[in-house]
């Protein structure tokens, strides 16, 4: 079994948490966290350890009647891998705490892509990331961009990429994010971060992004654009796509029209806490125009990141190669 500590337990580490914990193969060391909120009272309930995050404040969890098992220091040297799910720029100050004790880890997309030795999407190039000491798994919309070029790369070619991401403005927990009733040029300046971030998956790929945010919570929409090396049939890319496990191409049957829909879907389903870990790309939408390609994929930003996550272990244990990790972790998590 690999052995895995969590550091960081709020949107992406309690996600991360429950899905590790859903593996064959894993088993969660603990949680580490900062304070003693109502996420550090549930990790307690579904059976973590807590182990506090800043020692100076470690009194407060057993202040709040919650019980810990030590410091970050100890859940670190227990485990095979870790896990930082901190905010953007924390994982790169914890980087030296993970080298201290020779421990691999794995950081989020909220980091600068120097954070590791190589950024990783399953579908894209798992390969680079086994036996890598250091690797970072990209943002929820660059893993949903990569998805999706990566078959169409190897179907057709890709001559140029183009993406406009209409980006949520915070997770439904971030009370304290906008906008409120605006919409973002964001950022203003053209093209957006977002391609050099495909970059670090392809870096031969030439795509050109576009980020706007809107007043919306439940997840984000990318209008894509790509031209591909031949002429191609609609029907034909939308099979295609169709066929891949982390991409679920809407049938116009279902009459979704609306992100809102999406999750009202997925909480129909039964998923747990509404996520939809696959790219949810409308079949209806996809159109080709001789070497255009044309589609809307919604993306949902606190979940499409998870299965990565677990696939990213297997990748810096060396423990399975892409195809059977992907296998295993899609059929532990019901995609
Ligand atoms: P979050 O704020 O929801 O959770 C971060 C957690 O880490 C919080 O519980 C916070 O208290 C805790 N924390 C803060 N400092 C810490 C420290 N020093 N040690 C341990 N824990 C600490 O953030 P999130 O949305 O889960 O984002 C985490 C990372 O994932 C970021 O890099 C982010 O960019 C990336 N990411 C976020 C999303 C998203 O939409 N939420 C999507 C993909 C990737």
Redesign the pocket.
């Known amino acids: 079994m690999i052995r895995v500590g969590i550091?960081?337990?709020?949107?992406?580490?309690?996600r991360v948490a429950d899905a590790v914990r859903d593996q064959p193969d894993m088993d969660v060391v603990g949680v580490?966290?900062?304070?003693p909120?109502y996420?550090a009272e549930q990790a307690r309930r579904r059976g973590y350890d807590l182990y506090a995050?800043?020692e100076d404040r470690a009194h407060q969890f057993a202040d709040a009647g919650l019980e810990t098992a030590g410091l970050?220091d100890e859940l670190v040297a227990q485990s095979d891998v870790v896990v930082?799910?901190?905010?953007?720029?924390?994982?790169a100050?914890?980087r030296e705490l993970y080298e201290e004790y020779d421990t691999p880890a794995i950081?989020?997309?909220?980091?600068d892509a120097d954070v590791a030795d190589v950024s990783f999407n399953a579908r894209s190039n798992f390969e680079e990331s086994i036996g890598a000491d250091h690797v970072r798994?990209v943002?929820?919309n660059t893993?949903g961009l990569s998805r999706l070029l990566a078959p169409l790369r190897e179907a057709y070619g890709v001559e140029k990429a183009r993406a406009t991401l209409v980006r949520?403005g915070g997770?439904p927990?971030?009370s304290d994010r906008g906008p409120i009733n605006d919409i973002l040029p964001d950022p203003i300046s053209i093209p957006s971060h977002h391609g050099p971030d495909v970059n670090t998956i392809f870096p031969d790929l030439d795509i050109d992004t576009l980020g706007l945010k809107v007043p919306a919570t439940l997840m984000h929409m990318h209008a894509v654009n790509v031209t591909l090396g031949e002429d191609v049939d609609a029907s034909e890319v939308r099979d295609l796509l169709a066929e891949e496990s982390r991409i679920a191409v809407l049938d116009e049957d279902l009459g979704i029209e609306s992100t809102g829909e999406l999750k009202e879907y997925a909480m129909d389903m039964g998923r747990p806490r509404g996520d939809l870990w696959e790219n949810q790309l409308w079949g209806e939408s996809v159109t080709t125009e001789g070497r255009d390609f044309y589609c809307f994929q919604a993306i949902h930003?606190?979940s499409?990141?998870v299965p990565e996550n677990v696939d990213a272990i297997r990748a810096i244990t060396d423990s399975a190669d892409a195809a059977e990790s992907v296998a295993t972790t899609n059929d532990a998590l019901g995609i």
């Open positions: 550091n960081g337990y709020g949107t992406i580490g309690k580490a966290k900062t304070r909120n996420e995050a800043i970050v930082d799910a901190t905010p953007s720029g924390i994982g100050q914890n950081y989020q997309g909220g980091e798994v943002s929820c893993t949520r997770d927990s971030q930003q606190e499409d990141v």
